[in-house]
Structure formats: structure tokens, C-alpha cells
């Protein structure tokens, strides 16, 4: 069954204004927590759902008039993790979605979202050498007029940080840092806004 999201235009929009394609938010019900990423630059757009504490994350593809569908699968374990079912307790698909729905922010962050919210959704997706380089953000590293090289891990920027933020490093030779020393950590922070 599909169903229409009543409250992703706004945040689309203020994300857009924020220039930012991913946002986060998160809402408990049935006593577990659940994490939400929206990726606007996602063709389609993609909400992740993220159950903490029970390694379990789907996500919502979101089509044009924000229309969606939750797989069966993902709905029946859905309902194994919240004790819920449909006979009972007319659990459904639709509810859940509807719940999603209703906990949509307004308005984006105007901040990046933190790696700890997106690293779970996407690490199976980096290569076996960009797992290795780590997912710490350390920095970025600014290549224009230095002499020190050209603009790299793009597609690791885009799949971490967002198609926004790549796009901006790959058009002005920007490089994003990566360790695994939790030591060099540093907040994430947008390109523009450092020197």
C-alpha cells in the first residue's frame, strides 16, 4: 500500500535553503528509539530508519508527490521488534509510516548532521579501503593554489557527508580528512565555512 508523506516538503525546503541534502531526526514509540536520515540528493529521495539497539535499519524510497511503500519484510520485523501485530493491535504498515510523518521536523539544522547518525546506514556501502582510512572526520584540506594535490575521496564525502557537500569540495579542490584515531576527531563542520 503506498502512502503520501504530508510533512517532507517543509524540511525539503529548508534543507535546500540550509544547502544541505541530509537530515536528521529521531522519535520513541512503543519504548524503542528510532533514528531517521533523509537524503534529498537520493534519486529517489530516501528516508533511513534505524532502530537503536536492535541492528535493524530499512529504508523508504520516496517518490515524486512524496510518495512512498514499506516493504513486507520490513514491516513484519517491524512488528517483531515492537511486540505489535495487526490482529491485536491494528498495527500496520500505514501507522508507521503515519508516525514517521508526524515526527518530520519543519525545519532542517542549519549544522551537518553528526557521522555517528549516518555511518550505521551507510558503512556497508564504502569500500574496503575507505573503511580502512577510517570515518572519524578529521579536517578538511583545501588544494587550490597549495601545490598539494587535487580534490579526493569524493564518493567517500558524498555517501558520509552528502551529494551537497561533495559537489562543493569536488568544484572547489577541496578534499574532506578521514582517521581512525579518535584523538584527531574533529566536528563536522561545512567546507564554506572554513578558510
Request: with cysteine; proline share 6%; net charge negative.
Given at each position: 500500500m503506498q502512502?503520501?508523506?504530508?510533512?517532507l516538503r517543509p524540511i525539503c525546503s529548508s534543507m535546500r535553503r540550509n544547502r544541505?541534502?541530509?537530515?536528521q531526526f529521531d522519535f520513541v514509540y512503543n519504548d524503542i528509539k528510532f533514528d531517521c536520515i533523509i537524503?534529498?540528493?537520493?534519486?529517489?529521495?530516501e528516508i533511513m530508519v534505524g532502530a537503536l539497539k536492535y541492528?535493524?535499519?530499512?529504508?523508504?524510497?520516496?517518490?515524486?508527490g512524496f510518495v512512498t511503500e514499506m516493504k513486507d519484510e520490513d514491516y513484519y520485523k517491524l512488528c517483531q521488534?515492537?511486540?505489535?501485530?495487526?490482529?491485536?493491535?491494528?498495527?500496520s504498515s500505514f501507522a508507521f509510516l503515519t508516525l514517521i510523518d508526524?515526527?518530520?521536523?519543519s525545519e532542517s539544522s542549519p549544522s551537518p548532521v553528526p557521522l555517528k547518525y549516518i555511518y550505521p546506514f551507510r558503512k556497508n556501502t564504502l569500500s574496503k579501503a575507505e573503511r580502512?582510512?577510517?570515518?572519524?572526520?578529521?579536517?578538511?584540506l583545501p588544494h587550490k593554489g597549495r601545490h598539494n594535490g587535487h580534490v579526493q575521496n569524493l564518493a567517500k564525502t558524498e555517501k558520509l557527508l552528502g551529494k551537497s557537500i561533495a559537489a562543493y569540495c569536488e568544484k572547489n579542490d577541496i578534499s574532506s580528512k578521514w582517521t581512525t584515531d579518535i584523538t584527531k576527531e574533529k566536528d563536522i563542520s561545512f567546507p564554506w565555512d572554513n578558510p
Open positions: 502512502y503520501k508523506f504530508t510533512h544541505k541534502s541530509l537530515e537524503d534529498i540528493d537520493a534519486h529517489p529521495f541492528n535493524f535499519a530499512f529504508i523508504l524510497y520516496v517518490y515524486p521488534i515492537l511486540n505489535l501485530n495487526y490482529k491485536e493491535h491494528h498495527f508526524n515526527n518530520i521536523p580502512e582510512e577510517g570515518f572519524i572526520f578529521c579536517g578538511w
